[in-house]
């Protein structure tokens, strides 16, 4: 199996789920250093999608490929040539940009990016599966994290806005499973977690878990997309506040989709949060 995306959060993941179930793993990274952080028995290669030549001695001999696609979309219909000249099946990181809920119907040119590779690798790749997580539980981290371990209040956009957090153990979970079923073509998942929570329940639950409650405060709109600047493309800034607005008022969609392939129950919020409880914590004095 080769994972592309294997230093990113969901890759490096899905390495290591597979290496815990006795597959052979090749990891895609751009930089041979980054292979220190992955574990010693991934097969690790070198390769950069915007250079398509660049990931075939990666694909020479792979069964199946994990495709994470954060790339810039130049060299997408080159990539998908080359997968479908080595190997069988593909299954891509997408999201659920054909579920019909405003949350997710936003336009935003990473939907359009990976509706193109969905059609690239179905009319090309013997056997496709798209996984669609949702939002995903880590975001916190991203999100949240810094103002609670410096004990501020948390600001954000749209605090009652709902979304079913998804583990993204349970995401690596399910990738890992997709790309060892072999002959099951055409697999579709949207994922998400049991729970629908507000992004405001989201925070109060990580000050249950941490013991300590965690003052919130709205923060308007464009504020949120002035400090984004610099951190995260003003498209993406756009399109989440777009999908938190569009929310409003909806419930959060819930699929069974991580029940129904790994036969056990999505981990909820607060399981992800008590797991990660020390991301949240107080930074560790200098020295100490
Ligand atoms: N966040 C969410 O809630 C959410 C929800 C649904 C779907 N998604 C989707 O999930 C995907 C992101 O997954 P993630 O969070 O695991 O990503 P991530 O942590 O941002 O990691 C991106 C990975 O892609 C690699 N990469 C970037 N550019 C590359 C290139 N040119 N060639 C080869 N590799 C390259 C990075 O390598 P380096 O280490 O070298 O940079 C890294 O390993 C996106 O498609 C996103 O739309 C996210």
Redo the contacts with the bound molecule.
Sequence with gaps: MLV?????????LVVGRLLDAGVPVRA????RE?AATLPPEAEVFT????VPASIAPALTGAAAVLL?????PGTAEAVVARLAGQVRRVVL????HRTPHPFFQQPNP?AAL?ARLEGLLAAAVPETAII?????A??ALLWWAPAIRSGETVRWPYGAARSAPVD?RDVAAVAARVLGQEGHAGGDHVLTGPEPLTQAAQVAALGEVLGRPIAYEEMPPDEFRELSRGTAPAPVADMLLAAWRASLGHPAHVTTAVADLLGTPPRTFRQWAADHAAAFGPEPPPGG
Aim: positive net charge.
């Design positions: 592309t995306g294997a230093t990113g959060r969901l890759g490096r895609l990274v751009r930089r980054a390769g950069d999608l915007t994470v696609w954060t790339a810039p990181l997408s999201s659920p990473v990976h669609r997580p949702g939002m995903l880590s975001n993204d």
